[in-house]
C-alpha cells in the first residue's frame, strides 16, 4: 500500500484512466459494483465548490485591498478571458475552413433530443440573475455567478468598513479558505478511484458509439480535437512564455493531476478545488491572484467549449445544407464567444449552449442532436482545455502583477537562451 501512496498522483489517475477503459469495454454490465466511487468522489467535490468559490472569493478581495487594484486585476483578468476565447474561436473557424466536416454528409443521426432542455436562456435573463434576489437561495441551488457576484461585493465591502470588523472578516474567510483547502487535499487523494469509478460508466455508455468514429461524425470530431490541440498546445503555451515569462513545460507538469480530472469528470468546476491547489502549490501563484482568477475562471472562461461551439454550429449548419458566409461566420464567432461564456461549468453544458448559436442563425434547434451521440469524448478534452487556459490565466495575472513564481524564467536562463540564439545566429552567418 505504501508503494502505491509513493507513486506520483498523476501516474495513478493514468493507470485508473487506462483501468477504467479496459474494465468499462469488456465488463460493460458490471460497470454497478465500481461507478459508485466516482459518485462519491463527485459528490465531495460539489461539496467543496461552493464554500470554496465564497471563500477565496471573498479573502482574494479583501487581500487585493484597494478598489483600484481590484478594477486593474479585474480588467487583466477580463482581457485574457475574452482574448484566448477568441483565439480559441479563430482556431476552430480555421480548422472547419480547412477540413469542412460535413460535406457531401452522410448522416441519419438526428437522436432524441426530448430530454434535453433545449430552450435557449436569453443573455438578457442570465445577466438578471447574476443578481440574487435571495443569496439563500443562490447557494442551496448552486448559482455559480449569482455567488461570484455577491462574494465580490461582500469583499469589497469588507475592505470599507472600521478596522475590528474588517480585520475580524478578513480572517475569518482567511481560515475558511485554508481549512477548504486543507479539506480539499485530503479528497485529492482519492482521485484515481474516483477517476476509474466515472470512467469506466462514461466508456460502458458510449461503446455504441464507436462505429461513429468511421463515419462523417469522425471527421467532426477530428475537427473540433485538432483545433483545440493547436489552442492548449501551441497558443496558450506561446502566452504562457512570451506574455507570463513561465515555463509552460513546467507549469504542464505541475497541472497533471487537475487536467486528468478535469478530462475524467467533464467539469472545470468540479476540477476547481484541485486546479487552485495546483495552481498555488505547485506553480507557485499567491493565493490572492488564484483565489480571485480561478473561480471565476472556472465559470466563465471556456476557451475549449468556445472552439467546440463554433465548428459544432456551422457543422450543423452544413448539414442542413447552409454555406455560411463571412457575416455569418462573424454571427457564430460572437454568439460562440457569448455562449462560452453563459455555459455553466458541467458535463454537457457546451452542447445545450449550442441552441443560442443555431437561433442566431434560424437553424432548428433540433439539430443539437446530431452531435449528441458524441459529445461526451468532446466535452473530455474541451473541459481539459477550459481548465489549462484557466491555470495559464492565473500564471500570466500573477506575473504582470510582478509575483516570481516556482515556474518563472529566470533571468539567468533569459540571458542563456539568447547566448545560444546568438551562437547559433553566428554559425548561420558564417
Ligand atoms: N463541461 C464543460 C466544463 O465544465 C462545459 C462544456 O460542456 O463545454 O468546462
Request: hydrophobic fraction near 50%; glycine fraction near 8%; charge should be positive.
Amino acid at each position: 500500500m505504501r508503494k502505491i501512496l509513493n507513486i506520483k498522483l498523476h501516474w495513478q489517475i493514468f493507470a485508473a484512466l487506462i483501468l477504467a477503459v479496459v474494465y468499462g469495454y469488456f465488463f460493460s454490465d458490471q460497470v454497478k459494483y465500481v461507478s459508485w466511487m466516482g459518485d462519491v468522489f463527485l459528490n465531495a467535490l460539489k461539496m467543496i465548490i461552493i464554500p470554496l468559490i465564497l471563500s477565496s472569493l471573498i479573502s482574494a478581495v479583501t487581500n487585493i485591498g484597494t478598489g483600484k487594484n481590484l478594477g486593474r486585476i479585474g480588467l487583466k483578468t477580463f482581457i485574457y478571458y475574452i482574448g484566448t476565447s477568441l483565439m480559441a474561436i479563430t482556431a476552430g473557424l480555421v480548422m472547419f475552413n480547412i477540413i469542412r466536416p460535413g460535406k457531401g454528409s452522410d448522416l441519419n443521426l438526428l437522436q432524441d433530443v426530448e430530454n434535453l432542455n433545449l430552450d435557449p436562456t436569453s443573455i438578457g435573463e442570465t445577466i438578471r440573475n447574476i443578481i440574487p434576489s435571495n443569496i439563500f437561495e443562490a447557494l442551496s441551488s448552486g448559482n455559480i455567478l449569482s455567488i461570484i457576484f455577491f462574494s465580490i461585493i461582500f469583499g469589497y465591502f469588507i475592505t470599507r468598513v472600521s478596522e475590528r470588523p474588517r480585520i475580524f472578516l478578513t480572517e475569518l474567510f482567511d481560515s475558511v479558505y485554508k481549512v477548504i483547502m486543507k479539506l480539499t487535499l485530503f479528497v485529492i487523494k482519492f482521485t484515481p478511484l474516483g477517476v476509474f469509478g466515472i470512467v469506466t460508466r462514461v466508456v460502458a455508455d458510449n461503446i455504441d458509439q464507436l462505429s461513429n468514429l468511421a463515419s462523417s461524425m469522425g471527421i467532426y470530431m477530428l475537427t473540433v480535437f485538432i483545433g483545440l490541440v493547436i489552442h492548449a498546445t501551441i497558443v496558450l503555451p506561446l502566452i504562457l512564455r512570451l506574455i507570463g515569462k513561465s515555463n509552460p513545460r513546467k507549469h504542464f507538469g505541475n497541472m497533471l493531476t487537475p487536467l486528468l480530472t478535469a478530462f475524467s469528470t467533464s467539469s472545470a468546476a468540479a476540477t476547481l478545488p484541485l486546479t487552485m491547489e495546483a495552481v498555488e502549490k505547485k506553480s507557485g501563484v499567491s493565493s490572492k491572484i488564484s483565489s480571485f482568477t480561478l473561480p471565476l475562471g472556472a465559470t466563465i472562461n471556456m476557451d475549449g467549449t468556445a472552439l467546440y461551439e463554433c465548428v459544432a454550429a456551422m457543422f450543423i449548419a452544413k448539414v442542413y445544407g447552409l454555406d455560411l458566409g463571412f457575416t455569418e461566420q462573424i454571427i457564430v464567432v460572437f454568439t460562440a464567444l457569448l455562449a462560452s461564456i453563459g455555459a455553466a461549468s458541467i458535463p454537457m453544458a457546451g452542447l445545450l449552449m449550442i441552441t443560442i448559436i443555431l437561433s442566431a442563425l434560424g437553424l432548428p434547434l433540433e439539430g443539437v442532436g446530431l452531435i449528441l451521440a458524441v459529445d461526451r469524448p468532446l466535452d473530455m478534452i474541451r473541459t481539459a482545455t477550459n481548465v489549462w487556459s484557466d491555470s495559464t490565466g492565473a500564471v500570466v495575472i500573477a506575473r504582470s502583477e510582478g509575483e516570481e513564481l516556482l515556474i518563472s524564467i529566470k533571468q539567468k536562463d533569459v540571458i542563456k537562451i539568447s547566448k545560444s540564439h546568438n551562437k547559433t545566429s553566428k554559425k548561420i552567418s558564417k
